[in-house]
Structures are given as structure tokens and as C-alpha cells.
């Protein structure tokens, strides 16, 4: 080790000459978006794109018209275009802070200070002057500013925040090569930008700076875009889908009015004007069509609907902080999830005790027994009193050897094995010897255990060691009893299969030995006299078995990743329920999984169950891994090493315990780290994709209907059946409000018993598809008879003073009931499409927003039908004829229980 006063800073020249070679200490920023930039990108969402395209056709067709201009010929566009701006406007608002998980990154940097020696002398500087050469000197509570190399003293260190280990890391000299190798946590020469010092002073050469720092590297991560939403990719599809039948739609009207002028209405055209007249028609016709293709309440639907369940799952301690990631919650295939704080309580106790003779004793029971007088019996055997001289032993291995204090009657400092122990150990109705330690040897994840040379009291010179039983008990060859005498480890081989059954109740097991013997680091123990076990137990959260068993039910892999050890990681999968009963578990350590391909990985993956002593790169390879295999990744995670992952997953799960950083990275917060908020998420998820699948049916359903109209309509020589108010009317006010209508359904627990939807499984499906098509028909059909059936002509020519109705009186009176029973038809619909259940009245009451707003709507139709006047093609209609029009427009009601009573026989029913 160099001398303190020996090693020397930087002079100005050095430091002007390694920024030039190395960069500042500051992270690179990516230019954001501005409001106004983030507003036009959304203008490219798909939904909203074939909005644009309507939009300017409907501007096209008032120019074309000019000259026929009228108010109301105003009131389509702008319709369109209020429905493109409220869902761009929405959209960006909720996304525009997508990027202050980076910006919070930053600002915490900036705002950190350090301590500096450079040549003339110490000096107290912003962390975006360090430059690689720079001294660092650190002390307990410093946040270290840069990467680097310790070269003077020793620190305890807190990781954490990069590598999710609640473990402090030991950083002392060692003759060992101080690589560079990013994320080499283990390593104790190493230390890391962004880390904390909780103990110890030291000084340390700065080695990388900004962005080449492992916290860089993580803040880089950050800005990466995150994926498209399962949803907006389905969107993006159907928005395709949506278009060809809109064009396909369109030709056949054009040709459809064509050959009605050529062949049917006996029109003569002659010259090149009428022509001219006639192609003008039929591409305002067909530009028409393409505008009613367009379900333009789509978009602004699913922003209302996802708006409203942000509140409602606020009350269930779910925070959704970006729009799409309610749904995308639905849509998950697969779920990565940490251990310590999610499945597990986070507090670590001492739960057993197992002695050299093979006897295990609880822990309460342990406590009480040390005290005890002859005849106090355990297991139905006697027990004799402990020994002082053990009880001293006992004690200085768990309190002398540890890495935590007490403070004001509370363990302090260390990791959460070392508080929880010293805790224990204060509990023992006996004090703590006198004692000094002359040497420790810290703790690493390489060498497995904590080694401290004490003088004084009843081991004066020897050696207290604490760690793995792996690492320590092939060298007990001895054994202290409980009166403290050293006898023959005769007790090993039940030791041995206690720490195989404390293992498998996820109890972490530490082995405590005292050595006579000098210990020498990077060398193996040798005749070790073997104290006892310890067992140290993370409790799992009550409410965490039934969490992971909600989330499997609803066809979610669960995979846990963790820094613990693999026999313990397994041991906690296999209660919270994580391990499958089949047996078909893949369990890999972070070694393991480096070593196998991506593409090996990927063919691995549906059987991975846990991933112990994981690195944040680890986290970030399986959310890829998985998304190229089509899958939506969920991922949970609380520090800044899960930001990069929980930002690169579809859905990304903040614990509202966590930092600040992986808040702003994830698209949920979990206010109450609980896994069952998550699997509640789940379920809100998948109902408003119902919802929106619902809506899909009705709006598609009733545009189906009026573009069939529209095409065949000229052909059996019916002239503008639908008029463009009334489309928008259908459009934009009745389809947005029924939109609002399914937004009410509540959430059935039934929707977590279904399979997940893949990410490239199509919006539309089968059955979705089957009553749109049929229901369209149906509709058409419908409309077709009610408008050329001689029946139901007379019926509405006779007047109610017994007259008949001619002419064009006789014409719009009989369009105004058509208007009414081809709305009511629409409306009648809705109670076919809110369930795939032939009673469809099931859980209606359970949906009051439903009930109102149909309802509602209903009451605007009949004040339109009575009050619409020249604006809607409207007139008041005779009571009689109103209620016809209203039984017409029911059998949309019987028609689809015929469909879905053939689709039960078929065992073909499904749902949205």
C-alpha cells in the first residue's frame, strides 16, 4: 500500500490535458423532444393517421362543393378534426415527462460535491470537474463522484443502487489486477460512480468519467426509446386492416353509382361536362365511404377510457404514470421480478440455532434455554445450562465479527445479515466480553466469509470466522459443546443436513468457527473448531404466495431474479409458488446464464424460473431476449441499476420504495411493493382491453352496416339513404359516448383465468370478427328492408287522421323514421356486444355508467328524431310509427342470439 502523504494530485496542466483526452465528469444529454415536437410526432400514431386522411378528404369535398356551401357542411371536418386534436393533445401531455428519469439522473449528479487532492493540496469541487488521474478523498457518506481505483485505505461501500445487493461491499487493498471491467462489483480495488461510502476513510485514483462510468453507461440506457405498446403496435395493424377496407369499400360505391346512372336510372349522358359531373359523384361518394370507414371515436375512446381507470387503480396503490401501460399490464406474458421488498418483507431475522452435536433450536426458544436452569427440556430431551465460556464465544462471533454497531439499543451500519444478527445476539440474556479486534479480514461475494482477530477475553489471538457453511465446514474438524470444551466434530453429519433443511425453508445459513491458526486471505481454513450455525430468514409477505398464484393463473411466467444465493433463491421460488410442480424449472445463476447464447437463452426461456447472484446487464438481456420472441415483458424494480430494464420492458413495475430514478423509468408505481397490486394491475389491464375490443364491434359493426348500405343502396335505386350530419352524429357524439358506456365494465376476476394476448396476436379475432361481419349484414339487411319493403312503406304513408302521405312529404317522413331505427339499431347492439353471454343482460346493473349513458343517448335520439329538423333530416313522427321503427331495430337483438346460440352448439363461443 503507497503511504497517504506520498500520493500526490494533478497540477493544472495534467487536469487540462486529461479533460481533453477523457471528457468531463458530466453525462451526455440527449436533446429531448419540446412539447411541440413531442405533439406532431403523435399526429404518426396510426389511429389518428387515417383520421388525417379522412380529415382532408372532407376538405377536399368542401372545396369540390364550394359553390352548394352551407354552416353545416363545416360540421364533419371539424368533428374529425376536435377528435384527432383531443387524442394528440391527451397522448402528449400524459407522455411529455417520459424522459425525466433521465433528466432526475442528471440532476442528482450535478448536485453531489467532493473532495478533491490535487498539488495544491485539497480542494472542494462540483463532480463535473473530476477528471481521470484526480484524487478522491472519501469518508463515510460520500456519494463517489467517478470510477476508480483505491489506492489508500479501506471502505465499506454501498452498491446497491447499481447491482441490487443489500450487502455493503468490502474495498481494501489486495494484490490483485484493478481492471476495468464494467460491473465488476466484486473486485475490492474497484469503486463506482454513483455508490455510497456507509464506513472507512480511503483515497481513490478517478479512472473513468461520464458517460465511459458504469452509472453513465446505466444513464444511457435511459434514453434508449422505450418499445411500441402491444396496444398501438394491434392499432398500428388494424389501422391497415381499416384502410383496405376502406378503399375496397370506396371503389365499389364509385362503381356501384356509376353503373346506377349507366344502367338503371336511364340517365342520358352525353358531353364531356356531364361525364366529368358523373366521375366528380362517385369520387365524392367513395371519398365519403373512406370517411365512414373511419371509426374517428377510436382514438379518443381509448384515451377517456384509459384517463378513467388511472383513478380507479390509484385507489388499489397502483400509480399508472403513462397511458399505454394499463393495458400493456393485460397483455404480459411474462413477468421479471425482484426477491428482497416484493416477495420477501425486506428484514431479515435470526430464526435457528444448531449446535455442534447436531441439536437445532429455535430461535425464541435458543434466547430462553441460554438462561435456563437443569431440567429445562427441548425436543423432549434435558438440556444442561450453557457453559459462559461458550456464551462469550457465541457472542463475540456474532457481535465482535460483524460489520454493524448498535446505536441508541438499535443495530446500525453493515448489511442486513449483520444487523439482524447483532440484533440477535442483544436479545441473549448475557453480555458481550471485553474485547479488541487487532485485524479483520471484510466480507466479499468471492471469498464467502468475514474473518476478525481478537485480543483479550477467552479467545485472546485467535480468530472468529462467519460465512458460508461451503467455505468453512470441510475445515471443522472440532467442535465447542455447550460447556465450551473442545471435543470431536461428531455432530457433522447432522450439521450437514440441517443446513440442506434450513436451506430448503429459505433460511440463509452462516457457519460461525474459531481458528487458532493464523488466517491468510486466498489461502483454505485449516483445523477450524466449528461454534454453530446460524439461521437467517427474510420472511416472505403474507400476501405474496397469493400474488405470484394470481398472476400464474392468469398464464404469466414468473420469473424471480435476485442477488442471493441459488440454493436460497430456490428456496423462496419454490414457497412464494414461483417453481412449478411439474418440475420443469430452469434455475441459473448469473454465470450460468452468461453462458449460454442468446439464441440457446431464448429457447430456454419459457422454463426460466430464477436467476440468482444477477447483474443489472441481466436484467436488461432477458427483457430483449423475450420481446424477440414476441412476448410482452413485464419487469418490477426499485434502485437505479433496474432503470435501463424497467424502461426497455413493454410494462415496467416501480416499488414505491424505490428510487426516484426507476419511478420515473417505470410506466407503474406500486405504492405498496406489493406483488398483488401487480396482479390487480393485470386484471384492470385486461378489462379495459375488453372495453376496447367491445368498442371495436359496436363501431365496426355499425360501419359495416352503412358502408354496405352505401354500396348497394344505388344499385336498387335508393338515393342517399344515410345523410354526412347523420354519419357524424353515428361517428363522433353516439360512438365516443357508447365508447365511455364499455368503459364502465367493471373488472371480473374470470379475466385472469385467460391466456394472455401475444404481441403480435391481431386485435380482431375470430369471434370479434364473426359478429362484425354478421352483425354489419344483419344491419345492412335490416336497413334494406325497412327502406324498400312495401309493408312497412304503407304502414308509415298512413297518417294518423287515416290519410296517406305523398311525394316528398311522404319521402322525408318515411328517411326520419329510418334515421330513428337505424340509430336505435346501433344502440340495441350495444347490449349484444357487452357480452358474449346469451343473457345479455348479466352484471348490467354492476355497470351504471353504462345504463345512463345508452340511456342518455337514447333520450338525445328521440329529441333529434322529433327536433333534428332540416340539420338531421328529421320530423316528428306519429307514436305508432316511432315504436315501429323501435321493434325494427331490436331484431339486431334476436338475430345475434341466433349467432351466438350456433356458435355454443359449435363450441365456438369465445368473447372480445
Not at 271 to 289: E, H, K
Amino acid at each position: 500500500m503507497l503511504e497517504k502523504d506520498k500520493i500526490i494530485g494533478l497540477n493544472d496542466q495534467e487536469i487540462k490535458t486529461s479533460r481533453l483526452q477523457h471528457g468531463t465528469n458530466e453525462l451526455s444529454k440527449k436533446k429531448s423532444k419540446s412539447f411541440f415536437r413531442s405533439l406532431l410526432s403523435n399526429f404518426a400514431d396510426p389511429m389518428v393517421g387515417i383520421l388525417i386522411v379522412a380529415l382532408v378528404i372532407n376538405i377536399i369535398l368542401l372545396l369540390v362543393n364550394i359553390a352548394n356551401f352551407e354552416v353545416s357542411n363545416l360540421l364533419e371536418p371539424v368533428g374529425v378534426a376536435f377528435a384527432i386534436m383531443i387524442a394528440v393533445v391527451v397522448s402528449t401531455v400524459s407522455e411529455f415527462g417520459s424522459e425525466a428519469a433521465f433528466k432526475k439522473l442528471l440532476d442528482e449528479a450535478s448536485r453531489t460535491a467532493c473532495r478533491v487532492k490535487r498539488i495544491d493540496g485539497t480542494m472542494v469541487v462540483p463532480v463535473g470537474e473530476v477528471v481521470v488521474g484526480d484524487i478522491i478523498i472519501l469518508q463515510a457518506g460520500d456519494k463517489i463522484p467517478a470510477d476508480g481505483i483505491l489506492v489508500y485505505g479501506s471502505l465499506e461501500v454501498d452498491q446497491s443502487a447499481l447491482n441490487g445487493e443489500s450487502q455493503e461491499a468490502k474495498k481494501y487493498i489486495i494484490n490483485r489486477t484493478a481492471t476495468k471491467e464494467q460491473g465488476d462489483f466484486l473486485n475490492p480495488l474497484l469503486l463506482f460512480s454513483g455508490t455510497v461510502v456507509t464506513s472507512g476513510e480511503a483515497l481513490m485514483r478517478v479512472s473513468s468519467v461520464g458517460d465511459s462510468t458504469f452509472y453513465g453507461k446505466l444513464a444511457q440506457g435511459l434514453q434508449e426509446n422505450p418499445p411500441e405498446s402491444p396496444l398501438k403496435h394491434k392499432l398500428r395493424k388494424l389501422a391497415k386492416s381499416i384502410s383496405k377496407v376502406g378503399y375496397i369499400g370506396a371503389a365499389l360505391a364509385a362503381l356501384s353509382y356509376i353503373s346506377y346512372v349507366v344502367f338503371i336510372s336511364n340517365t342520358i349522358i352525353s358531353g364531356f361536362s356531364a361525364w366529368l359531373q358523373v366521375v366528380i359523384n362517385a369520387v365524392s361518394i367513395a371519398a365519403a365511404i373512406i370517411v365512414m370507414a373511419v371509426p374517428e371515436g377510436l382514438p379518443m375512446m381509448i384515451t377517456v377510457v384509459l384517463s378513467s381507470n388511472m383513478r380507479r387503480m390509484l385507489r388499489d396503490k397502483v400509480l399508472v404514470r403513462k397511458l399505454g401501460g394499463i393495458e400493456t399490464a393485460g397483455s404480459m406474458n411474462i413477468l421479471f421480478t425482484d426477491k428482497t421488498g416484493t416477495l420477501t418483507i425486506g428484514k431479515p431475522v435470526a430464526t435457528s440455532f444448531v449446535m455442534g452435536d447436531g441439536k437445532l433450536i429455535e430461535a425464541d426458544y435458543f434466547c430462553k434455554s441460554m438462561g435456563a436452569t437443569v431440567g429445562v427440556k427441548e425436543g423432549g430431551r434435558p438440556y444442561r445450562d450453557f457453559s459462559s465460556y461458550f456464551l462469550d464465544i457465541l457472542s463475540l462471533s456474532l457481535s465482535i465479527n460483524n460489520a454493524a454497531e448498535m446505536v441508541d439499543g438499535a443495530a446500525t451500519g453493515g448489511n442486513l445479515t449483520d444487523r439482524s444478527l447483532l440484533n440477535f445476539v442483544h436479545q441473549l440474556p448475557f453480555g458481550t466480553p471485553s474485547v479488541k479486534a487487532i485485524k479483520s479480514i471484510p466480507f466479499n461475494s468471492v471469498q464467502k466469509f468475514m474473518a476478525t482477530k481478537v485480543s483479550g477475553s477467552v479467545v485472546d489471538g485467535s480468530w472468529l470466522i462467519k460465512g458460508a457453511p461451503e467455505r468453512i465446514m470441510n475445515a471443522c474438524n472440532k467442535a465447542y459443546d455447550k460447556d465450551g470444551r473442545i471435543v470431536d466434530f461428531a455432530g457433522k453429519a447432522a450439521v450437514q443436513n440441517h443446513i440442506r433443511d434450513l436451506a430448503g425453508r429459505a433460511i440463509r445459513v452462516l457457519a460461525l468457527a474459531v481458528s487458532h491458526n493464523e488466517i491468510i486471505e486466498g489461502k483454505e481454513f485449516d483445523s477450524l473448531i466449528f461454534v454453530g450455525l446460524v439461521g437467517v430468514r427474510d420472511e416472505i409477505r403474507a400476501e405474496a404466495i397469493d400474488g405470484v398464484a394470481k398472476v400464474k393463473g392468469a398464464g404469466i411466467q414468473v420469473v424471480m431474479i435476485t442477488g442471493d444465493a441459488k440454493n436460497t433463491a430456490t428456496a423462496v421460488a419454490r414457497e412464494t409458488g414461483i417453481l412449478d410442480k411439474s418440475g420443469d424449472n430452469l434455475i441459473y445463476t448469473s454465470e450460468e446464464l452468461n453462458a449460454l447464447s442468446d439464441e440457446e437463452l431464448s429457447k430456454r426461456l419459457p422454463n426460466l424460473r430464477v436467476v440468482a447472484r444477477a447483474l443489472p446487464g441481466d436484467k436488461s438481456r432477458l427483457v430483449k431476449i423475450a420481446q424477440g420472441i414476441n412476448l410482452v415483458v413485464g419487469m418490477t424494480g426499485d434502485g437505479v441499476n433496474d432503470a435501463p430494464a424497467l424502461k426497455k420492458a413493454d410494462i415496467g413495475f416501480a416499488m414505491g420504495s424505490g428510487t426516484e430514478v426507476a419511478k420515473e423509468a417505470g410506466d407503474v408505481v406500486i405504492l405498496d411493493d406489493n406483488i398483488n397490486s401487480i396482479a390487480g394491475a393485470i386484471l384492470y389491464g385486461r378489462t379495459i382491453y375488453k372495453s376496447i375490443r367491445k368498442f371495436i364491434i359496436f363501431q365496426m359493426t355499425s360501419n359495416i352496416g352503412a358502408i354496405t348500405l352505401s354500396i348497394l343502396a344505388p344499385l336498387l335505386g335508393i338515393a342517399s339513404p344515410i345523410t354526412v350530419i347523420q354519419i357524424l352524429w353515428m361517428n363522433i357524439i353516439m360512438d365516443s359516448l357508447a365508447g365511455l358506456a364499455f368503459a364502465g365494465e367493471k373488472p371480473k376476476a374470470r379475466y385472469n383465468l385467460e391466456p394472455p394476448k401475444r404481441r403480435d396476436e391481431p386485435i380482431i379475432n375470430k369471434y370479434m370478427l364473426n359478429q362484425i361481419i354478421i352483425g354489419g349484414l344483419a344491419t345492412a339487411a335490416l336497413a334494406f328492408i325497412f327502406l324498400k319493403s312495401g309493408i312497412i312503406s304503407n304502414f308509415f304513408a298512413q297518417s294518423a287522421q287515416g290519410g296517406y302521405l305523398t311525394g316528398d312529404y311522404f319521402f322525408n317522413y318515411h328517411r326520419a323514421g329510418f334515421f330513428a331505427m337505424f340509430m336505435f339499431m346501433a344502440l340495441f347492439n350495444t347490449l349484444n356486444v357487452r357480452t358474449h353471454e346469451i343473457n345479455i343482460l348479466r352484471g348490467l346493473k354492476e355497470n351504471k355508467p353504462f345504463i345512463l349513458i345508452i340511456g342518455g343517448v337514447m333520450l338525445v335520439q328521440v329529441f333529434i328524431t322529433y327536433f333534428g329538423g332540416n340539420i338531421f333530416r328529421t320530423q316528428p313522427l306519429a307514436l305508432r310509427h316511432f315504436m315501429a321503427a323501435l321493434a325494427i331495430a331490436a331484431v339486431i337483438i334476436p338475430i345475434d342470439l341466433v349467432r351466438k346460440l350456433i356458435l355454443k352448439m359449435m363450441k365456438k363461443q369465445g368473447g372480445a
